[in-house]
Every structure is written in C-alpha cells, then in structure tokens.
C-alpha cells in the first residue's frame, strides 16, 4: 500500500465521523426549536443529499416553514368565518355530517 491509498483509506472514516458530528449538531439544534424526530429525520436526510450541515441555515428554514403554516392556518379561519359569517366551532356541523353520510334502507312496502 502506498501513501497515497493510505491517506485515502484513513480519510473515509474520519469524513464519516465528520459528518456524523455535523449531523448530532443540526439535531440537537432542531430539537431545540422543538422539532419531533420524524420532522428531525427528514431534515437529515435533506441536509445529506445537499451535503449543508449547517444550523443556522436550517433554523432559518424551520422559523420561514413555521410561519408559512402559521399564516396558511390563518387564512383557512379567515376563509372558513367569511363562507359562513361565523367562526367555525367543533362539533356544530357533525350531526348534520352524520345523518347526511348516514346510509337509510328504502321503508318496507306493505
């Protein structure tokens, strides 16, 4: 073995516990903002396909993404509260919903 296939041989796993630390620190960051594992795993697998372990870049992302469902809430209330003139409440159409989905046999004819 050369010294050259050396130095490569060594070089894979110490990349691969670099990465691996970048990766525990964009995790613990996520968990931090309160991201749950699924969201955590997700995260990892984009950050490895895009080879940018970064926190700050994807705290960014986390924070625009947040806001982004915060304000699509928002909108489905306002679009919900000017359809019907009301604020929408748990609960005030599930009966009508239910008796409308409900199947009813045809009456016996006698």
Known sequence: ?????????????????????????LNNTLAALGLDETDIERVDQIASLINDFNPAAFTSLAYQLEAL????AQQSAAVSVNATGQAPTAGANSTA????????APAAVA
């Open 69 to 72: 469902a915060q304000n699509a």
């Open 1 to 25: 073995m050369n010294a050259i296939s050396a130095g490569t041989t060594n070089a894979t796993p110490v990349g691969i516990a670099s990465v691996e630390l970048q990766l525990q620190t």
């Open 97 to 104: 919903e239910a008796s409308a989905n409900t199947f009813h």
